[in-house]
């Protein structure tokens, strides 16, 4: 099956400049802007029809959020990562999975609590979390396992707004 027809291109509004992009569920590399080529936060939802296809073969790492629209910790931590994935553009790749809808998946985490999150890299497990946590909490576990974490500024640096470049 075409992964465009079955993953619609997502419009994501790039942080810095507010250009409007589309981005793809399954792609190589990672998504940048058209207009000032700056790294796309990249949000995926996936199903157990295509999530080998759009986590497995990722080049950047993957955080799988297994959650449900019923769990409240699942809501209260879903806008952290959201954002964690905005902070990280470019260094990784955002992948929700709606356990009631993909059990293949949450049998394959051994998923026996929500909302449980998966740090992947090539498609192997590299760290899981059960559990909702404080944004600060979250974003030391994750990007404890990043590669070169600090070369990634936080949206809002100045660095990233290009106030401290001469």
Do not use: Y
């Amino acid at each position: 099956m075409n992964m465009i027809a079955k993953h619609p291109a997502k419009v994501v509004v790039c942080p810095n400049c507010g250009t409007k992009n589309r981005v793809r569920a399954a792609a190589d590399g990672a998504p940048r802007c058209g207009n000032c080529h700056d790294p796309l936060p990249w949000i995926v939802d996936t199903s157990d029809a295509d999530f080998s296809t759009v986590a497995d073969e990722s080049t950047i790492p993957v955080l799988v959020d297994v959650w449900a629209p019923w769990c409240g910790p699942c809501r209260m931590v879903s806008p952290v990562l959201e954002q964690l994935a905005t902070e990280l553009a470019g260094k990784l790749k955002l992948v929700k999975v709606n356990a009631d809808e993909a059990p293949e998946v949450s049998r394959r985490f051994g998923v026996q609590a929500i909302p449980t999150l998966v740090v992947m890299h090539h498609g192997q497990v590299i760290d899981k979390q059960i559990g909702a946590a404080p944004a600060g909490a979250l974003r030391s576990w994750l990007t404890e396992h990043l590669p070169n974490e600090e070369a990634a500024p936080a949206v809002n640096s100045p660095s990233s707004r290009g106030e401290d470049r001469q």
